[in-house]
């Protein structure tokens, strides 16, 4: 089955930047649609961002639209998002998951990863 496991998360200023990846295993990565989410205490787990398979087109919350940036690495297995300019309100564990079939993982569709705790001091 898919196992996902990101890693990157850390405490930063805001203004600062991270990156964070997210390897997957188990099954063909090129054809799993890919995605970031993220989920701050008290609050629903929220869409950050998502690439498709082959051509990989993108796709991204309003709140992040110009900051950070999903991208893929089909040989080497992995996910990115690097993330600039980071605000307190990015505060967050972030969840990477595969979206099987090539579609673009949802809140309720596709296989999560264990999450990285991301903290934005001001």
């Known amino acids: 089955q898919v196992q996902l496991v990101e890693s990157g998360g850390g405490s930063v200023q805001a203004g600062g930047s991270l990156r964070l990846s997210c390897v997957f295993s188990?099954?063909?990565?090129?054809?799993?649609?890919m995605g970031w989410f993220r989920q701050a205490p008290g609050t629903e787990r929220q869409f950050v961002a998502g690439?498709?398979?082959?051509?990989?087109?993108?796709f991204y919350a309003d709140s992040v639209k110009g900051r950070f940036t999903i991208s893929r690495d089909n040989a080497k297995n992995t996910v990115y998002l690097q993330m600039n300019s980071l605000e307190p309100d990015d505060t967050a564990v972030y969840y990477c998951?595969?979206?099987?079939?090539?579609?673009?993982?949802?809140?309720?569709?596709?296989?999560w990863g264990q999450g990285t705790q991301v903290t934005v001091s001001s």
């Open positions: 188990g099954r063909t990565f090129s054809s799993y649609a």
């Open positions: 690439i498709t398979t082959t051509i990989g087109s993108t």
């Open positions: 998951k595969a979206g099987p079939f090539g579609r673009l993982p949802t809140l309720t569709y596709g296989v």
